[in-house]
């Protein structure tokens, strides 16, 4: 079973940019999250999805955005990029809407930095 | 709000044995979890605890105490491929699949 995929897996961009990135969960599974990782604060959660509605978001502003396909696959948006935003961002799926034993599968992750 | 404090950074040799402790802040608890993640790579789940008291999974053990609101991660027999970052994490609410990590412990094993 294929794990995780998230693309691209770099992206360079300037400052007032938009971004796209992409996640596919794995196979069966119908819910994605989001975070961000960058070296002072560690990962920290965007928000996550199950069945196409946003369940929950963390403290990000609205620049950050995303949704969810009918086929569990995941985007999310980043508007008017900022120095800032530069950061490993991170997918992770699991199967229910819940989870069991906290276990999230998570993609390699898309690295974007902004010039 | 939720918050885990970890420390930052963790040096051992191969072969001993090491111990990463983790203390939260939670509105509410629904089991601590930890996770490796190497360097380029995605965090992989390692082990969870829901009740207090120790878990084993091979050279890797994870203990809870609900009522001091602290776990640690026992890494034993260490390897260099062990070299890692470690992050505890807890749900952040009891529905959903949101987590909480800490902040991560990089664990540097020489031989």
């Known amino acids: 079973k294929a794990g995780v995929t998230q693309t691209p897996r770099y992206l360079i961009k300037t400052r007032g940019q938009q971004v796209t990135l992409s996640c596919s969960p794995i196979s069966g599974h119908r819910s994605v999250s989001w975070y961000q990782q960058t070296p002072g604060q560690g990962l920290q959660f965007l928000f996550e999805?199950?069945?196409?509605?946003?369940?929950n978001k963390g403290n990000f502003p609205g620049r950050f955005s995303g949704r969810q396909f009918s086929n569990s696959r995941s985007e999310m948006n980043v508007s008017t990029l900022e120095l800032g935003d530069s950061a490993l961002y991170l997918c992770?799926?699991?199967?229910?809407?819940?989870?069991?034993?906290?276990?999230?599968?998570f993609g390699a992750g898309t690295r974007l930095s902004v010039l | 709000g939720q918050s885990l404090e970890q420390p930052s950074e963790v040096t051992a040799v191969e072969g001993a044995i090491v111990q990463i402790n983790c203390t939260y802040q939670?509105?509410?608890?629904?089991?601590l979890s930890w996770y490796q993640q190497h360097d380029g790579g995605a965090p992989t789940f390692l082990s969870y605890n829901a009740l207090d008291g120790l878990e084993e999974t091979g050279r890797f053990s994870s203990f809870l105490s609900r009522s001091d609101s602290y776990g640690y991660l026992l890494l034993q027999e260490l390897q260099m491929k062990d070299s890692a970052s470690y992050f505890c994490a807890v749900r952040a609410d009891q529905a959903g699949t949101a987590l909480i990590f800490g902040k991560g412990t990089t664990l540097s094993v020489s031989s």
């Open positions: 992770a799926s699991s199967p229910g809407q819940t989870l069991a034993k906290n276990i999230q599968y």
């Open positions: 939670t509105s509410g608890f629904y089991g």
């Open positions: 999805y199950f069945s196409e509605t946003q369940r």
